[in-house]
């Protein structure tokens, strides 16, 4: 007699039993099906003596199973099907990961977990860093200081290094990046202290300039970076 219990505490095939735990029967999957169909094959053998020796008596039950070759097709389309539940079981016995670890990481200036706020300045994200548009009052609103477009450039390309390197980069990390004017004009002036923040050679760079920014910042940069070291 053959029995197969999946999911059962124990699935017998023959005169074999085998555990059903999913974990271990998804990684055992190759030798449980080798198993059953060696304990099938013996079944098939033992019902085929029979079954011959019932015929010779005239007799007809199990008429569907009067050849090796039937049997043997029965076979063939139930191992499939061992195949499927293994897999199956597998992946239901795998814990869902929690979201905390679903590889999105949303954080402040100081590394921390950045809250609900509707804007987030860092997040990283497959070893990548992605740094909100940084104005000169993004990380100090009430701040005051002079309205030029290098002292604005300066604050803004702070903000920009303290991220990417609270996110894992440096700035020769940066891959691509954005600047934002309030006047064109100020593109000379930007340039002069921008070009001291990248020694080694800058980083993909577009610049536009647009009527306003917020905070009456003079300029506004974004970037993406990648990862160089880990925390």
């Given at each position: 007699m053959i029995c197969l219990a999946f999911g059962a505490a124990v699935c017998s095939i023959g005169s074999h039993a085998f555990p059903?735990?999913?974990m271990s029967y998804?990684?055992?999957?190759?030798q449980y099906m080798a198993n059953a169909?060696?304990?099938?094959?013996?079944?098939?053998?033992?019902?085929?003596?029979?079954?011959?020796?019932?015929?010779?008596?005239?007799?007809?039950?199990?008429?569907?199973?009067t050849?090796?070759?039937?049997?043997?097709?029965?076979?063939?389309?139930?191992?499939?099907?061992?195949?499927?539940?293994g897999a199956a079981l597998n992946a239901s016995s795998a814990?869902?990961?929690?979201?905390?670890?679903?590889?999105?990481r949303k954080l402040d200036y100081d590394g921390k977990p950045a809250g609900t706020g509707f804007i987030t300045p860092l997040i990283v994200h497959n070893d990548t860093i992605y740094i909100a548009g940084q104005g000169a009052h993004s990380h100090d609103p009430k701040g005051e200081f002079p309205m030029d477009i290098e002292t604005h450039t300066k604050k803004v390309m702070d903000n920009v290094k303290t991220l990417v390197?609270?996110?894992?980069?440096?700035?020769?990390?940066?891959?691509q990046l954005t600047v934002y004017l309030t006047k064109i004009d100020d593109y000379d002036g930007m340039n002069k202290v921008f070009k001291t923040y990248f020694p080694s050679g800058?980083?993909?760079?577009?610049?536009v300039a647009v009527a306003a920014l917020p905070g009456n910042s003079l300029v506004e940069i974004n970037c993406i970076a990648a990862i160089v070291k880990k925390g």
């Open positions: 059903a735990s999913p998804a990684l055992n999957l190759k169909a060696e304990a099938m094959f013996s079944v098939s053998l033992s019902l085929e003596l029979q079954i011959s020796g019932l015929t010779k008596q005239g007799g007809t039950m199990f008429s569907a199973l050849s090796r070759r039937g049997f043997a097709a029965r076979l063939a389309a139930i191992l499939p099907g061992l195949a499927t539940s814990s869902p990961a929690p979201q905390a670890n679903s590889g999105v390197e609270t996110g894992g980069g440096t700035m020769d990390s940066i891959l800058g980083p993909a760079r577009t610049t």
